[in-house]
C-alpha cells in the first residue's frame, strides 16, 4: 500500500514538472537565458573588456550551466518514461553541449570551454519549433540531394569541357584547364561578379560567349536552384507532418486511463451483470409462486 502511494506520488510529480517543461513560460525563460548567453560570449571578444572582468564571465558562465543542467534534468524527470529522452536527437543535442561544459570546465581547457559557450546559441534551434522544423526538414533533404547533385555535376562537367575547348587560349586565367572552369563556373553560379569579371572580357573577343554563359545562368542557377528550394519546401511539409504526429502521439500518452479499459475488468463485469440478472429472476419467480 505505502509503495502504491509512493508511485502515486511520484507519477504526480513527473506528471506537474511535464505540465512546466512544456509550458510556454518555461520555454521563453530557457531563450532568455541562451539569448544571455549568447551576449556574454559576444561580450568575451573584447580583449581589454574580458581581461578586466574575467572572473564575472566565468561566473555568469557557470550560473547558465547549471540552469541549463537543471532544465536538462527536469526533462529528463519529465519525459515517460526517463530514458525516452534519449530517443529525440535534438535531446541528444542538448544533453551533449551541456555535459561537455562540465567535463571540459577547467583552466586547460579554456578555449574547448569559449567554443562550447558558443555552441550553446545553437541550443535556440531546439528551443524554438519552427527553427527544429526547419532544421529537419534540411536533414530530410539529404537522400533526396543526391540525384540534383549527379544532375548538377553532370551539367557542370559538360559547361567545363566545353568552356576550356572554346575560351583556353581567350581567358586562360578563368579556362586555362578543367580545374579552373569548374571553378569559374562555381563563381557564375554564385552570380558574383561573373558578367563584370568573366563574360564582358571575353565577349569583347568572341561575341557569342553570351550564349554559353547566359544559358549556363539559366539552368545552372535557375532550374537546379529551385530544384533544391522544391525538396526543401517538400520536406518542410513532412517535417511539420511528424511532428504533428509526434505530438499527437504524447498526448495520447499523457491521457489518463478510462475505467473499464482493461478486458479482464469487462468480463468480471459482464459476469456480474449476468448474476445480478439471475437474481432478479429467481426473485420474480419465488413472489409469482
Known sequence: MFLHMNREAVAHIRKKIARLVEHRAFLATIMIFIVINALIVGLET?????????SVFYALDRVLLWIFTIEIILRMIAAKPALSFFKGTWNWFDFLIVFAGHVFAGAHFVTVLRILRVLRVLRAISVIPSLRRLVDALLLTIPALGNILILMGIIFYIYAVIGTMLYQD???????????????????????????????PIFEQEPLSWIYFVSFVLV????????FIGVIVNNVEKANEMELAANNDKKDDNKEPTPFTNEKQIDELQRDVQELKQLLLEEKENRSR
Not at 46 to 54: G, S
Not at 175 to 200: I, K
Not at 220 to 227: A, E, I, M, S
Open 46 to 54: 573584447y580583449p581589454r573588456l574580458y581581461q578586466d572582468y574575467t
Open 170 to 200: 581567350i581567358a586562360p586565367e578563368y579556362f586555362g584547364n578543367l580545374q579552373l572552369s569548374f571553378l569559374t563556373l562555381f563563381q557564375v553560379v554564385t552570380l558574383e561578379s561573373w558578367a563584370s569579371n568573366v563574360m564582358r
Open 220 to 227: 545552372g542557377t535557375f532550374v537546379v536552384f529551385n530544384l
